[in-house]
């Protein structure tokens, strides 16, 4: 497989997958994350198209969203873990098996931890994540999980920018 050669995706509609290019089934559908499945599920209940890679050949992002006039957002898929004694979630935000590594800005745009005691999402941007490799999230102090409107937010940001980069300056 040549280094320039595009994964290929599959779309999710209507809570089904479905192929879009030739290719077998999607990383994530081989390892078994339901929650990932779970995801994509949810995401396309409200309106958006989920596209995931077949391969993850230095792919950090585990799936594209796009909704009807917003530009397409990258997502990474998590697991909210509830440690002993400790209130709220511990949420894995690094990548590598062996060797933990931060993501970096360009890897994702939001990243979805599935909390599966409540069977909800609590969504974070990259700013939010920053360069961490682990991150804690309570409910009770932080934002209420379920927070959906932060996919909209993040896309309509992202046109922001990418119409005023084409602008002229003044």
């Given at each position: 497989r040549s280094?320039t050669q595009?994964?290929?995706?599959f779309?999710v509609?209507?809570?089904?997958?479905?192929?879009?290019?030739?290719?077998?089934?999607?990383?994530?559908?081989e390892?078994?994350?339901s929650?990932?499945?779970e995801?994509?599920?949810e995401?396309?209940?409200?309106?958006?198209h989920?596209?995931?890679?077949?391969?993850n050949d230095?792919?950090?992002?585990?799936?594209?969203g796009?909704?009807?006039?917003l530009?397409?957002i990258l997502?990474q898929?998590?697991?909210g873990?509830?440690?002993?004694?400790?209130?709220?979630y511990?949420?894995?935000a690094?990548?590598?098996?062996t060797?933990?590594r931060?993501?970096?800005r360009h890897?994702?745009?939001v990243?979805a931890?599935?909390l599966a005691d409540r069977?909800?999402?609590?969504?974070?941007?990259?700013d939010?994540v920053?360069?961490?490799k682990m991150?804690?999230y309570n409910?009770e102090?932080h934002?209420k999980?379920d927070?959906?409107e932060l996919?909209?937010q993040?896309?309509?940001?992202?046109?922001?920018?990418?119409?005023?980069?084409g602008?002229?300056m003044s």
């Open positions: 280094m595009q994964p290929t995706l779309a509609e209507d809570g089904q997958h479905s192929q879009v290019t030739q290719g077998g089934a999607s990383a994530n559908l390892k078994g994350n929650h990932a499945i995801f994509f599920y995401a396309t209940r409200r309106g958006w989920i596209y995931a890679p077949v391969f230095g792919v950090a992002a585990d799936c594209v796009t909704k009807p006039g530009p397409s997502f898929n998590k697991t873990t509830i440690e002993r004694g400790r209130p709220g511990g949420i894995c690094s990548r590598g098996s060797v933990k931060p993501y970096a890897d994702f745009d990243l931890a599935y069977k909800q999402f609590a969504f974070f941007t990259y939010q920053a360069a961490r991150i804690r409910p102090i934002f999980p927070n959906w996919l909209e993040v896309a309509a940001i992202k046109a922001q920018e990418s119409s005023s980069i602008q002229p």
